[in-house]
Antibody
Framework: EVQLVESGGALVQPGGSLRLSCGASGFTFSSSEMNWVRQAPGKGLEWVSYINSNGNTMYYADSVKGRFTISRDNANNTLYLQMNSLRAEDTALYYC??????????????????WGQGTLVTVSS | DIQMTQSPSSVSATVGDTVTITCRASQDVRHWLAWFQQKPGKAPKLLISAMHSLESGVPSRFSGSASGTDFNFTIIGLQAEDSATYYCLQTYSFPLTFGGGTRIEIK
């Protein structure tokens, strides 16, 4: 059974730092691309960051570029999100999500299929 | 960036009704469109991938379709347990972008 368990969320002051972790099990983590997605209280879903399976390709939302860093430890089946210079608007529930590759009409697609339950980050003084 | 415009933002419907949600992409996303269901306090659940491919275990009353850059998500025979917020997501290009969400309320 695929399981993703996020941790590391906390109350932090503006300008502070936090590192989120996502422990993976039930699938071959080292072969899987991963995403971080967040949801501010009462708001919709916002994609945050992506990392490929070997960790050498990353993408970020403009809202976090230069402040957040995604990384992974394939030996320990763990995904990370290092969050620096935190702002009030970063307050959200942060989800990690596995990317599945599928085939469609002779080509392929990707989709985040399994999600963790999220870890809450609150940025406030 | 690709914008996903989702409508309506909310809908109130009766058990047994047919409900349709639309997402319009600002540019071509081909078949890289998924639909998610999210219930309060829960993580999003993938219902449909590649425009219209139903995930395993998802009831057949849910369906997806597309016409150009317009994507429809339909529930035929709404059930009480379908009360939730639904999101579309394009995965064609980064940044990945979600629609704003549609809250379905059961009357």
């Amino acid at each position: 059974e695929v399981q993703l368990v996020e941790s590391g969320g906390a109350l932090v002051q503006p300008g502070g730092s936090l590192r989120l972790s996502c422990g993976a099990s039930g699938f071959t983590f080292s072969s899987s691309e991963m995403n971080w997605v967040r949801q501010a209280p009462g708001k919709g879903l916002e994609w945050v960051s992506y990392i490929n399976s070997n960790g050498n390709t990353m993408y970020y939302a403009d809202s976090v570029k230069g402040r957040f860093t995604i990384s992974r430890d394939n030996a320990n089946n763990t995904l990370y999100l290092q969050m620096n210079s935190l702002r009030a608007e970063d307050t959200a529930l942060y989800y990690c999500a596995r990317v599945r590759k599928g085939r469609f009409s002779g080509t392929f697609y990707t989709v985040p299929d399994y999600w963790g339950q999220g870890t809450l980050v609150t940025v406030s003084s | 960036d690709i914008q996903m415009t989702q409508s309506p933002s909310s809908v109130s419907a009766t058990v047994g009704d047919t409900v349709t949600i639309t997402c319009r992409a600002s540019q071509d996303v081909r078949h890289w469109l998924a639909w998610f269901q999210q219930k309060p306090g829960k993580a999003p659940k993938l219902l449909i991938s590649a425009m219209h491919s139903l995930e395993s275990g998802v009831p057949s009353r849910f369906s997806g379709s597309a016409s150009g850059t317009d994507f429809n998500f339909t529930i035929i025979g709404l059930q009480a347990e379908d009360s939730a917020t639904y999101y579309c997501l394009q995965t064609y290009s980064f940044p990945l972008t979600f629609g704003g969400g549609t809250r379905i309320e059961i009357k």
